[in-house]
Nanobody, 115 residues
């Protein structure tokens, strides 16, 4: 069983920065890929960034150069550094892992980018 708890969301002005964290329970963290998803009102949940168990990263085009995903296996924690935030980044952000084909999700953290 894996539990994921996101934190770090909030209200930020356009151009600002936020750092999201996802604390994971269980012993599988370091052996599985992780991802950050986001869901805006009325839209589907979409993958924003991913990181493999060895640290290979991938990003959706809209956040490349602005967001950085990282992981600390010693702390069982996933991060998402978000810079140069735009209003269109407003969404609930979720972390995800999929060990052995089973999806686990946190409850999400709300990021609002507005002046």
């Amino acid at each position: 069983q894996v539990q994921l708890v996101e934190s770090g969301g909030g209200l930020v002005q356009p151009g600002g920065s936020l750092r999201l964290s996802c604390a994971a329970s269980g012993s599988t963290f370091r052996r599985t890929a992780m991802g950050w998803y986001r869901q805006s009102p009325g839209k589907q949940r979409v993958l924003v960034a991913s990181i493999s168990k060895i640290g290979t990263t991938g990003y959706v085009d809209s956040v490349k150069g602005r967001f950085t995903i990282s992981r600390d296996n010693a702390k069982n924690t996933l991060y998402l550094q978000m810079n140069s935030l735009k209003p269109e980044d407003t969404a609930v952000y979720y972390c995800n892992t999929n060990p052995a084909g089973v999806d686990y999700w946190g409850k999400g953290t709300l990021v609002t980018v507005s002046s």
